[in-house]
């Protein structure tokens, strides 16, 4: 799969996520086989931009992989200048946010909301493909309720305005995350257009990658939730994809080796104090499929310093192991 000049290693992609795919988690998951792996979401709005939150998420200049990197909000000027700012921080391909569906940014008429305004829609797709010399991607949801699911009317927009990829979860936003994700209408839309069209929502195995690309034809695999404490999920999917056979997950061993160097990069990456506290979201996500872990998290969460942390977890991988 191509994104304009970029040529993905495969075809299964990270998707951007709030709080979860800043630089230590993209960087892991391009190491354990995604073929992209997309920033979280950046507001458009300068008066945010000196937060010590935001400076980190603008910094692109060193990542290994394809840099791609999303930006929401709903004032086209706005968006065009962020593009722009982002461009001139390494960004490579500029990602648009319109399936949000998150109260905070819908209110301000972003995210999803935006699936509501279809001539908005262009305004915004119009002003930062002109604004920027890098290609530019779209992620939407199918639409904002079931009522006025406009997912092909959007694609077919987003197309004729020069965006180079379409990323489509298969839910509204009325949605949310509830029940089950819908693929006839990513179907509908790779049938109404010619750019590539990523496929998201609910892909949790490598199994389901394949039936989800079968049924819509489309040209890649979108992974968000399903890759919370579980990063080798693209490997096994890109495995899979490639030759049929089942990967055999990760052992104990190296499981133990992967957490423990995400850790580590998120206590370099955040400093001491934010990195333990951002480190304990992620450990929940790994050992949840432990029953020991109902008992270590709480007090892996009472741990205040990097290497306290690192030697509970060592600690509790021994006890694995032995």
């Keep these: 799969m191509n994104i304009g000049p970029y040529q993905l290693e495969n075809n299964v992609i990270l998707a951007p996520m709030a709080g979860i795919t800043d630089r230590p988690f993209r960087q892991l998951c391009c190491r354990l086989g995604a073929g992209l792996a997309v920033s979280e979401m950046l507001s458009s709005n300068p008066k945010v931009w000196n937060s010590g939150k935001s400076r980190l998420r603008m910094q692109h200049g060193d990542e290994v992989g394809i840099r791609s990197v999303q930006i929401a909000g709903s004032d086209p000027e706005e968006m065009a200048y962020a593009a722009q700012v982002n461009v001139d921080n390494g960004a490579q391909i500029i990602d648009i946010n319109m399936g949000c569906p998150a109260k905070k940014v819908n209110k301000k008429l972003a995210g999803s909301a935006l699936l509501k305004a279809p001539e908005q829609v262009q305004r915004i797709v119009n002003a930062v493909v002109k604004a920027v010399d890098v290609p530019v991607t779209l992620k939407i949801r199918t639409g904002w309720c079931e009522d006025t699911r406009n997912g092909v009317e959007i694609a077919k927009i987003a197309q004729g305005n020069g965006i180079q ?5 298969g839910r509204t936003r009325c949605d949310f995350y509830k029940g089950n994700a819908e ?6 839309i790779k049938q109404a257009v010619t750019i590539p069209v990523v496929a998201n929502g609910d892909v949790t195995s490598a199994e389901k990658a394949k ?39 990760p052992d104990v061993v190296e499981v133990k080796s992967i957490l423990l160097g995400h850790v580590k990069e998120l206590h370099t990456f955040y400093g001491d104090f934010m990195g333990v506290r951002i480190a304990r979201k992620h450990v929940s996500w790994y050992l949840q499929a432990h029953d020991q872990a109902k008992e270590f998290r709480p007090i892996f969460n009472a741990l205040e310093l990097p290497e306290e942390q690192l030697n509970a977890l060592d600690m509790f991988f021994d006890q694995l192991t032995y």
Excluded: C, K, N
């Design 211 to 249: 039936q989800v690309l079968d049924y819509t034809g489309a040209d890649a695999v979108m992974i968000g939730r399903a890759a919370q404490g579980r990063p080798w999920i693209f490997r096994e999917i890109s495995h899979y994809l490639a030759t049929g056979e089942t990967l055999a997950p």
């Design 183 to 188: 693929y006839d209408t990513i179907r509908a």
């Design 165 to 169: 990829a379409l990323a489509v979860h």
